[in-house]
């Protein structure tokens, strides 16, 4: 009798260690398999089209001060499965319609020994999976602190990875391309010099991360839905080829002060066989909830110029003055500072960039170092260091605003914040009633620098709620936000469109310190656009920086048709033609482009896509029908072939042409360029020559009969 019952016992724990339950995605190509191994520790596994591209993967927290934590011990207490089906439509975008497609299992597990209960949720798509951690309200659970998350990626080989260094304070790197067993080799050189940086591992890199294996399939991963929890990077075990998520600490180590009920952002992996579908894929949007803002007509996608080019390069400056060696805010009397001849943001050379925006059909032009403080404003940990309010003697808010509304212009504000969120927070109210009382309706923000609290991290807990209270308080004033310096987003646009920008990447300010790699842009789009736009700042005519101010000696690593392209393949409803007038007057048949193109879009058709090496894309106007295309290259040139099936049917178009030159490229010769015009159809192919570093743009115009 006992050996029977031994048997049976045996047989229940391989029954219930061998049970798994699985989840198809719409079209069937993915499955997804969630088991609990015999100590009770949750897996799940993925499968496209039959083939593993996730091995066994553990998931689980570790909390502070726990010694269970939520990682085994665990039994399902139930299942919940349903399907989701809409189509909702973006304030902004690369299409007029999303479709919101996926089936849903929600797996609840109570951990016997310490009576706890969290909620597992897996939602697969028809381009990939994500899936969160949920901690219903509960007696045994209630307030707790994250030590890490211990949920695993675990990959199928050593795969070609596009990776930068896992950092608490900045995505600012050029990308490396290696396996992933040459990460821990290479990353000493791939963490380049940054004012504020902090990487923490030889084989941690950040998400949004992108792969391929050695069969052809992509896989990305990243977050969605970054929401009171900290920045996930990825940790590499390169023995076994296993990522673990690896959460930014706070200033105390903590990675995360919860309190149930609440859940965590959604893990992310995209999925194909096409690099294509990983650039269109929505999943990320689709996993965020849909805007909270009522009123969105106040919204308004832009292109624009600025105040900023001849300050990065060196040309001019943000400070006002060189008399102070520090300053005080209602202490330091500017009226009877001496001015260095040098600032940018006076009222003559504002005007002059309005007029401009006017003549050219831009709608907004941004100022930076309109206010005073910047003789004094980095690397001395200040807290009182800008109010936001206060302008330089040689620039009249009023007036300026009045001129630039006369011409039908707006002037985007500037709120760099040198790290101080306290200081920010303090001012935020005052300044955003100045920004309406001005005609102000967008901010560009900063966050250069080490962070105030001292301690905290660009990508902690605390901070980013920092990041999120200021785009909901913006939205209460009918505020844009393009932030800078910040986290990389994560699809929190769809919930709060009024976020139309984010830098947090390498971006073109850096061609002016020292330049980029060649194909830098064509893998962006794979990585940190997988989130939500960003403001990549594109449109350089002059690629040699000594020409704008002789003592700096950087190179653009672009050719001018790869300039142009970039206002379609780097997609942002927010898009500045970053080079100085002087510049976009000596090209004036080039830069009708920049003129021309569209911010908004109806239709986005990407064409040709290979990480690291070339992507081109097609995009019909909102609203107009009018169609462009953009193609960057990477390193090395090639020919681009095209169908041009997109266009309407029975209709002739009249397509002009931005093209490199044969003899172009990017180091010796990126300032030659044809342009050329030919009719086309929607039978019509083209062929076109992408000089390194190069690349096209074509815009179409439908012929009249």
């Known amino acids: 009798m006992k050996k029977y019952l031994l048997l049976i016992s045996t047989w229940l724990i391989t029954y219930c260690y061998a049970y798994a339950q699985e989840l198809k995605s719409p079209d069937e190509k993915f499955m997804m398999t969630f088991s609990l191994l015999k100590d009770g520790t949750p897996t799940y596994q993925l499968t496209y089209k039959g083939k593993p591209v996730v091995k066994e993967s553990t998931?689980?927290?570790?909390?502070?001060?726990?010694?269970?934590?939520?990682?085994?011990?665990?039994?399902?207490?139930?299942?919940?499965?349903?399907?989701?089906?809409?189509?909702?439509?973006?304030?902004?975008?690369e299409v007029k319609t999303i479709r919101n497609h996926y089936n849903e299992m929600a797996i609840t597990l109570n951990q016997e020994a310490t009576n706890r209960q969290i909620i597992v949720r897996f939602r697969l798509f028809n381009d990939g999976l994500g899936f969160r951690y949920e901690f219903p309200a509960q007696k045994n659970l209630t307030y707790f602190v994250i030590k890490e998350e211990k949920t695993q990626f675990a990959m199928t080989g050593d795969h070609t990875a596009f990776w930068i260094p896992g950092?608490?304070?900045?995505?600012?790197?050029?990308?490396?391309?290696?396996?992933?067993?040459?990460?821990?080799?290479?990353?000493?050189?791939?963490?380049?010099?940054?004012?504020?940086?902090?990487?923490?591992?030889?084989?941690?890199?950040?998400?949004?991360?992108?792969?391929?294996?050695?069969?052809?399939?992509?896989?990305n991963l990243h977050e969605a839905a970054l929401i009171n929890y900290s920045c996930m990077h990825l940790n590499l075990d390169d023995k076994n080829m296993i990522f673990q998520s690896w959460l930014t600490p706070d200033a105390t180590g903590d990675k995360g002060h919860m309190q149930a009920p609440c859940n965590s952002p959604w893990r992310t992996i995209i999925v194909s066989d096409d690099a294509r579908d990983i650039l269109a894929s929505k999943m990320t949007y689709n996993l965020n909830e849909p805007t909270k803002i009522a009123n969105t007509n106040w919204i308004k996608p832009v292109k624009y110029i600025g105040v900023w080019w001849e300050m990065i390069t060196g040309k001019s400056t943000w400070a006002y003055t060189d008399q102070f060696p520090t300053v005080q805010l209602g202490v330091t009397d500017y009226s009877k500072a001496v001015p260095n001849g040098k600032h940018g943001a006076n009222n003559a050379n504002v005007k002059r960039y309005i007029d401009f925006a006017a003549e050219n059909g831009f709608g907004a032009v941004l100022v930076e170092g309109w206010n005073i403080g910047?003789?004094?404003?980095?690397?001395n940990s200040k807290d009182y260091v800008f109010d936001f309010v206060t302008p330089y003697p040689d620039f009249d808010v009023k007036a300026l605003q009045a001129y630039a509304a006369a011409k039908?212009?707006?002037?985007?504000?500037?709120?760099?914040?040198?790290?101080?969120?306290?200081?920010?927070?303090?001012?935020?109210?005052?300044a955003y009633k100045f920004m309406r009382a001005n005609g102000y309706d967008a901010v560009k923000s900063g966050y250069v620098g080490n962070m105030l609290p001292r301690g905290e991290h660009h990508y902690s807990q605390w901070i980013l709620n920092h990041y999120q209270y200021a785009i909901e308080k913006a939205a209460q004033y009918h505020i844009m936000v393009n932030a800078h310096e910040a986290v990389r987003p994560t699809g929190i646009a769809r919930t709060y469109p009024n976020m139309i920008g984010n830098e947090s990447a390498r971006g073109t300010e850096y061609q002016a310190f020292g330049g980029n790699k060649p194909n830098h842009v064509t893998i962006l789009p794979f990585t940190r656009l997988v989130g939500g736009p960003m403001d990549y700042?594109?449109?350089?005519?002059?690629?040699?920086?000594?020409?704008?101010?002789?003592?700096?000696?950087?190179?653009?690593?672009?050719?001018?048709?790869?300039?142009?392209?970039?206002?379609?393949?780097?997609?942002?409803?927010?898009?500045?033609?970053?080079?100085?007038?002087?510049?976009?007057?000596?090209?004036?048949?080039?830069?009708?482009?920049?003129?021309?193109?569209?911010?908004?879009?109806?239709?986005?058709k990407y064409l040709e896509a290979e990480p690291?090496?070339?992507?081109?894309?097609?995009?019909?106007?909102?609203?107009?029908?009018?169609?462009?295309?953009?193609?960057?290259?990477?390193?090395?040139?090639?020919?681009?072939?095209?169908?041009l099936n997109f266009l309407e049917p029975g209709k002739k178009y009249a397509a002009t042409i931005y093209a490199d030159a044969k003899d172009a490229h990017y180091k010796t010769n990126p300032q030659a360029y044809t342009i050329r015009k030919v009719t086309v159809t929607n039978k019509s192919k083209l062929s076109q020559y992408c000089a390194p570093g190069g690349g096209y743009a074509i815009s179409f115009a439908e012929e009249k009969k």
């Open 59 to 93: 998931l689980g927290l570790e909390l502070k001060d726990d010694k269970q934590s939520l990682l085994h011990g665990f039994v399902v207490a139930d299942t919940h499965r349903s399907t989701f089906d809409e189509s909702w439509n973006p304030v902004w975008g």
């Open 408 to 430: 039908g212009v707006k002037i985007i504000m500037h709120h760099e914040t040198s790290g101080s969120v306290r200081n920010y927070e303090r001012h935020m109210d005052t």
């Open 167 to 219: 950092d608490y304070d900045t995505q600012e790197y050029d990308y490396t391309t290696s396996k992933l067993s040459e990460i821990r080799g290479l990353m000493a050189k791939a963490v380049t010099p940054n004012v504020s940086q902090t990487t923490f591992s030889p084989t941690g890199v950040q998400t949004s991360l992108m792969m391929k294996t050695a069969e052809g399939i992509y896989i």
């Open 374 to 379: 910047w003789e004094d404003w980095f690397g």
């Open 612 to 643: 690291g090496q070339y992507i081109t894309v097609a995009r019909k106007a909102k609203g107009t029908g009018q169609w462009f295309i953009g193609s960057v290259q990477g390193e090395n040139s090639r020919t681009s072939t095209i169908s």
């Open 537 to 604: 700042t594109p449109g350089i005519f002059e690629m040699d920086i000594s020409k704008m101010n002789p003592d700096n000696h950087s190179h653009v690593n672009s050719t001018l048709a790869n300039q142009l392209a970039l206002y379609l393949t780097m997609y942002s409803p927010l898009q500045m033609a970053a080079d100085i007038p002087e510049n976009y007057m000596r090209f004036k048949d080039a830069f009708q482009f920049i003129k021309d193109v569209a911010v908004d879009w109806d239709d986005s």
